[in-house]
């Protein structure tokens, strides 16, 4: 690690002494920021807590959260991300919630955010790893997913300058603290924002750039693209010591497709990355991928085809790695950074992951099973047949009530009918309904038992996708 900040220079992230540095590894999970299928609950992490505070009364729901955040991330893990998995880099995802008063000032600052983070980051110091911390969540949600934890299916933190403002001001008490800290690679303001007027996320970067220089002029900000830090193309715009975000999904690494390395697939995957990338070309900036990665198969889940699945994935991913270590799909450019999405959850993504044989599942496994078949996880997860002709035909009766010229009218325009009307009906309506059953599995667990519980998450306790990490740990 270098004894200096690391710096914007041309189309490169450099050191202190301007040696030019490659940032590669992953983000956390869901431990700051919680996720649905990273850890089992369904719909929104807020709903989530609160529910489950009123079933287990707060000593309980207290005990377990510290529990699970102090053995989420510890120094067993710090040590293997650093000497095995040979990663730099940490990103942290953390909701801003972490940092908000128990009265919901959004002005006030808790103390408890910066305590969780420094948990983390004595760790990572110890064994050279830098970190760039990811504001995941904002109040209304910049975005119109479950992980923004907004529970709607708008992105609200764009219609109201309140939030925006307190947002400004989190940022700002965050650049105070950590303004000295060269262990920190940088801030990466607003994860995936989402707004259908892209000047009104243009203009805000210039005015958290603005107010975050003012305190700590050192650090570099990773700003992320439009529309799930996809689209760059209302950005006319560098701001200083800036690095621009994508994410680089392939829907190749997902249910429902199938990855065979055709020329045409491999075609689609550059063209994808090219699209990306095109403002930073333009502009001669770094570009760094925030998040990539492919969902694997897993027999405790009742999957199908594991094997022949997760080859094909790993196959997508190997072909997407190198296109990064080259800066582009024609191989004469500089490799990029990038984080992949994730380092543990309970068995999707994750490098490592909640032991299928562990008391975890023991407590919710038939419930992960009904959460599966009722298709309450779009990412990743194959709802049941039965199950999804219920929503196949809702989306047939949108396509013959809608006008095809309006099909696609709704922001995101990307979005089809499905991916809408998922989005609504089973992530947020029935999710909302599901979460009340899911918290009764914690009803009369004992501390011990939840102790227990938060412990599946403790390193030596996890499974490690071995062949993923020896991907990882080749490149």
Same mark, same amino acid.
């Given at each position: 690690?270098?004894?200096?900040?690391?710096?914007?220079?041309?189309?490169?992230?450099?050191?202190?002494?301007?040696?030019?540095?490659?940032?590669?590894?992953?983000?956390?999970?869901?431990?700051?920021?919680?996720?649905?299928?990273?850890?089992?609950?369904?719909?929104?992490?807020?709903?989530?807590?609160?529910?489950?505070?009123?079933?287990?009364?707060?000593?309980?729901?207290?005990?377990?959260?510290?529990?699970?955040?102090?053995?989420?991330?510890?120094?067993?893990?710090?040590?293997?991300?650093?000497?095995?998995?040979?990663?730099?880099?940490?990103?942290?995802?953390?909701?801003?919630?972490?940092?908000?008063?128990?009265?919901?000032?959004?002005?006030?600052?808790?103390?408890?955010?910066?305590?969780?983070?420094?948990?983390?980051?004595?760790?990572?110091?110890?064994?050279?790893?830098?970190?760039?911390?990811?504001?995941?969540?904002?109040?209304?949600?910049?975005?119109?997913?479950?992980?923004?934890?907004?529970?709607?299916?708008?992105?609200?933190?764009?219609?109201?300058?309140?939030?925006?403002?307190?947002?400004?001001?989190?940022?700002?008490?965050?650049?105070?603290?950590?303004?000295?800290?060269?262990?920190?690679?940088?801030?990466?303001?607003?994860?995936?924002?989402?707004?259908?007027?892209?000047?009104?996320?243009?203009?805000?970067?210039?005015?958290?750039?603005?107010?975050?220089?003012?305190?700590?002029?050192?650090?570099?900000?990773?700003?992320?693209?439009?529309?799930?830090?996809?689209?760059?193309?209302?950005?006319?715009?560098?701001?200083?010591?800036?690095?621009? #975000? =994508?994410?680089? !999904?392939?829907?190749? +690494?997902?249910? %429902?497709?199938? /990855?065979? *390395?055709?020329?045409?697939?491999?075609?689609?995957?550059?063209?994808?990355?090219?699209?990306?990338?095109?403002?930073?070309?333009?502009?001669?900036?770094?570009?760094?991928?925030?998040?990539?990665?492919?969902?694997?198969?897993?027999?405790?889940?009742?999957?199908?085809?594991?094997?022949?699945?997760?080859?094909?994935?790993?196959?997508?991913?190997?072909?997407?790695?190198?296109?990064?270590?080259?800066?582009?799909?024609?191989?004469?450019?500089?490799?990029?950074?990038? #984080? =992949?999405?994730? !380092?543990?959850?309970? +068995?999707?993504? %994750?490098?490592? /992951?909640? *032991?299928?044989?562990?008391?975890?599942?023991?407590?919710?496994?038939?419930?992960?099973?009904?959460?599966?078949?009722?298709?309450?996880?779009?990412?990743?997860?194959?709802?049941?047949?039965?199950?999804?002709?219920?929503?196949?035909?809702?989306?047939?009766?949108?396509?013959?009530?809608?006008?095809?010229?309006?099909?696609?009218?709704?922001?995101?325009?990307?979005?089809?009918?499905?991916?809408?009307?998922?989005?609504?009906?089973?992530?947020?309506?029935?999710?909302?309904?599901?979460?009340?059953?899911?918290?009764?599995?914690?009803? %009369?667990?004992?501390?011990?038992?939840?102790?227990?519980?938060?412990?599946?998450?403790?390193?030596?306790?996890?499974?490690?996708?071995?062949?993923?990490?020896?991907?990882?740990?080749?490149?």
């Amino acid at each position: 690690m270098s004894t200096g900040f690391l710096k914007v220079k041309g189309t490169k992230i450099v050191d202190s002494n301007d040696t030019p540095i490659v940032l590669k590894g992953t983000a956390t999970g869901g431990h700051l920021n919680m996720e649905n299928f990273i850890t089992g609950y369904p719909g929104s992490e807020t709903q989530h807590k609160q529910i489950l505070k009123t079933k287990i009364g707060e000593e309980k729901f207290e005990y377990f959260f510290d529990k699970f955040y102090e053995y989420f991330w510890t120094d067993a893990d710090a040590k293997f991300y650093a000497e095995e998995l040979k990663f730099n880099t940490l990103r942290i995802p953390f909701n801003y919630r972490h940092f908000l008063q128990d009265d919901g000032d959004l002005f006030q600052i808790n103390p408890k955010g910066f305590e969780r983070l420094d948990s983390m980051l004595k760790h990572t110091r110890k064994y050279g790893i830098y970190v760039i911390l990811d504001l995941h969540a904002v109040p209304g949600g910049q975005n119109q997913d479950w992980h923004s934890d907004a529970g709607v299916n708008k992105s609200l933190f764009w219609d109201f300058k309140v939030f925006q403002d307190a947002i400004l001001n989190l940022w700002v008490e965050i650049a105070k603290y950590y303004k000295d800290d060269v262990s920190i690679a940088g801030y990466n303001p607003l994860n995936e924002p989402a707004v259908e007027d892209h000047s009104k996320l243009t203009s805000y970067y210039e005015r958290l750039e603005t107010a975050i220089r003012e305190v700590d002029p050192n650090h570099i900000l990773y700003l992320d693209g439009n529309t799930y830090a996809m689209d760059f193309r209302q950005f006319h715009k560098v701001l200083p010591n800036c690095v621009y #975000s =994508i994410h680089d !999904y392939s829907q190749y +690494g997902f249910p %429902g497709f199938q /990855y065979t *390395d055709s020329e045409e697939q491999i075609a689609k995957l550059h063209s994808q990355y090219e699209r990306k990338i095109e403002f930073q070309k333009k502009y001669q900036v770094p570009v760094w991928n925030g998040e990539f990665g492919p969902v694997y198969a897993s027999d405790f889940r009742g999957d199908s085809n594991v094997e022949e699945t997760n080859k094909s994935r790993y196959q997508v991913l190997k072909r997407q790695l190198e296109v990064y270590k080259h800066g582009d799909p024609s191989g004469d450019g500089d490799a990029i950074s990038w #984080s =992949i999405w994730l !380092y543990k959850d309970i +068995g999707y993504q %994750g490098l490592t /992951y909640v *032991d299928p044989d562990s008391y975890f599942y023991q407590v919710f496994g038939d419930w992960l099973h009904k959460k599966k078949v009722l298709g309450l996880d779009r990412w990743g997860n194959d709802i049941a047949p039965e199950n999804g002709k219920l929503y196949d035909a809702l989306v047939e009766h949108f396509e013959q009530q809608v006008p095809e010229k309006y099909h696609h009218a709704v922001y995101p325009y990307v979005w089809s009918f499905k991916d809408h009307i998922s989005r609504v009906a089973r992530d947020l309506l029935l999710s909302n309904y599901c979460a009340y059953e899911y918290a009764d599995l914690f009803v %009369g667990l004992s501390f011990e038992q939840l102790d227990q519980l938060a412990a599946c998450f403790k390193f030596e306790n996890v499974r490690k996708r071995d062949e993923l990490n020896e991907i990882l740990r080749e490149y």
